[in-house]
């Protein structure tokens, strides 16, 4: 059976222009918008996690 990987939903912005995203977090630290499969709407696909 193979283990399934940890995902966290959390808020992400977008390296690029600043907009605010639902995203996943997988466990390797990789981030995706959720139901944007192109990323943000300014074309750039990459996304952080806000500090606290």
Known sequence: ???QPS???TLG?????????????????SVYAIGS???CH?????FTIPDA
């Open 13 to 29: 912005v977008c390296t690029a222009c600043g907009a605010y995203h639902a995203v996943r977090k997988l466990e390797d630290g």
């Open 37 to 39: 499969p192109q990323g």
């Open 42 to 46: 300014c074309g750039a696909s990459e």
């Open 7 to 9: 995902v966290t939903k």
């Open 1 to 3: 059976m193979s283990r």
